[in-house]
């Protein structure tokens, strides 16, 4: 299976960077370089910039049903060429073929939904309360040029769900996507190119993050920033972005608590959490990390969670049947050491996992581990692997007490069969998205987002649109 080269998408164009740099990319499966990327500099962000600014004032003009058509098109590329793309993507990233297929698949129902949205973007009449003949009015615009910053864990759906909502309301966007797996989001641009979209609407670079953010946010082309990335880095650009007037949608890091109680279905749990926990080898914002089980049930759960651990089979994504890919990079395989020493340190037990495997690629066991102290860096920091850490509650207050005790509020998981228990968890647990006896199952039109520090806006939803639009006011008086 082939890898491409990426080049860089400007003005319509697919090109290398002006000075010729490429960074090299690595297959985690193997640590081999498997292919290079375009490397941008100040001049191609130039370029960029002013491509994207002459491509929103044609794109904001163009009504929205002929921008779903475009929209609609793009995504059914996307799913002609699904089979394609899950093969780049998984030589890049490591998922399994099957978690990568989806993710191209997920793509075009975001894409979708957010083309039928935008044509559901209403401004209103408002009656005066001075005059009958004045007429007030309430519009509507797109922002304009927006700078879109995405990781590498999910690199299409990060990116399409910032492009759909912007595209929908008529922006202009310019994506820095990760270098480490270029060449999946330069399919997905690539499928609106193929679609008609407009010449600069659409702009894609790569290169030195810090160099392009520190470029991009302050330029008065652009007007907002949406980033998915960690919470320290997240906090930083919106601070670059808040001295320069910019709009912000930070989706940062979580650290997803699990309550299970002790009428919870057991079996229910293990399966829906644990598929949660291991999925892209729990590289994922949204997923189970702190696991607070009942102390009448936490040694049944944990024996069947370990059971659960130990049938996934591991290995390099491209093998039929492969359930969990490697890490993406050495740098997960060095926390995962050392998340699992600390826990020790401190009294934590190993159940099962908690080594590298083998000696190539970034393969590193599905592991749990059990009594984990609160004092333990994995109930503290987010793992970002696959990594499930153990703890027993007595009371659901106080399970609903250590889910809140961190400064973050992505997401969270609950197991129970009572509707009490269930209505006291939907309203005191802390997160912008709880799932409750089932896995995430995120989807186009409802809310995506964090509370706290894991960010604010939403990349869901008839909320996502609002972020891509301003709201003004007009009054005319009949005269």
């Not at 007490?401 to 647990?429: C, H, I, M, Q």
């Not at 909320?463 to 006011?473: D, G, Q, S, V």
Request: aromatic share 6%; charged share 20%.
């Amino acid at each position: 299976m082939t890898y491409p080269n990426t080049q860089l998408f400007i003005d319509g164009q697919w090109q290398d960077a002006a000075d010729g740099r490429t960074l090299a990319v690595f297959n985690p499966a193997t640590g081999r370089e498997i292919g290079r990327v375009a490397h941008a500099g100040i001049a191609d962000l130039d370029r960029a910039l002013v491509a994207a600014q002459k491509g929103f004032e044609k794109w904001r003009d163009v009504p929205a049903a002929e921008r779903a058509k475009i929209m609609r098109k793009a995504a059914a590329l996307m799913r002609e060429r699904a089979g394609e793309i899950a093969g780049v993507l998984t030589q890049e990233q490591g998922k399994p073929l099957i978690e990568a297929k989806g993710e191209a698949m997920a793509a075009a129902d975001i894409i979708e939904w957010f083309a039928d949205e935008g044509q559901r973007v209403y401004g209103r009449i408002v009656p005066s309360r001075y005059n009958i003949a004045h007429r007030q009015m309430v519009l509507k615009d797109p922002v304009g040029v927006v700078a879109a910053f995405t990781p590498w864990n999910f690199p299409i759906n990060q990116v399409v769900r910032k492009m759909a909502a912007a595209l929908a309301t008529g922006c202009a966007m310019i994506v820095k996507a990760p270098e480490e797996t270029p060449a999946a989001p330069a399919a997905l641009i690539r499928a609106f190119a193929d679609a008609g979209l407009p010449v600069g609407v659409l702009g894609l670079v790569y290169g030195s993050p810090a160099e392009i953010s520190n470029y991009l946010i302050p330029h008065p082309i652009v007007r907002k920033i949406t980033f998915t990335g960690s919470t320290p880095v997240g906090k930083q650009l919106a601070a670059l972005a808040g001295k320069h007037m910019k709009r912000v949608t930070m989706e940062l890091g979580g650290h997803a608590p699990v309550i299970v109680c002790e009428d919870a279905d057991l079996a229910l749990a293990v399966k829906a959490a644990g598929g949660a926990k291991f999925r892209n080898a729990g590289q994922v914002c949204i997923a189970p990390t702190r696991f607070l089980v009942h102390e009448s049930v936490k040694a049944e759960f944990a024996q069947a969670l370990v059971k659960h651990a130990a049938s996934l089979k591991v290995g390099d994504g491209l093998t039929e049947g492969i359930q969990m890919g490697p890490l993406a990079n050495p740098r997960r395989l060095t926390a995962m050491a050392e998340f699992t020493q600390d826990a020790v340190k401190r009294g934590a037990q190993v159940a099962h996992g908690g080594a590298r495997i083998g000696d190539e690629g970034n393969f590193w066991q599905p592991t749990v581990l059990t009594d984990v102290p609160l004092d333990a860096k994995v109930f503290n920091d987010e793992p970002f692997g696959p990594m499930a850490a153990i703890r027993g509650f007595n009371t659901l207050e106080e399970a609903i007490a250590e889910s809140n005790r961190l400064p973050y509020g992505l997401a969270g998981y609950a197991f129970t069969r009572s509707l009490k228990n269930a209505d006291l968890l939907a309203r005191r647990v802390e997160v912008g998205m709880l799932w409750m006896n089932m896995p995430a199952m995120p989807s186009a039109e409802m809310p995506f987002g964090g509370l706290k520090d894991s960010g604010y806006g939403s990349e869901g939803g008839p909320e996502a649109m609002e972020a891509y639009l301003n709201t003004r006011a007009v009054t005319i008086a009949n005269v």
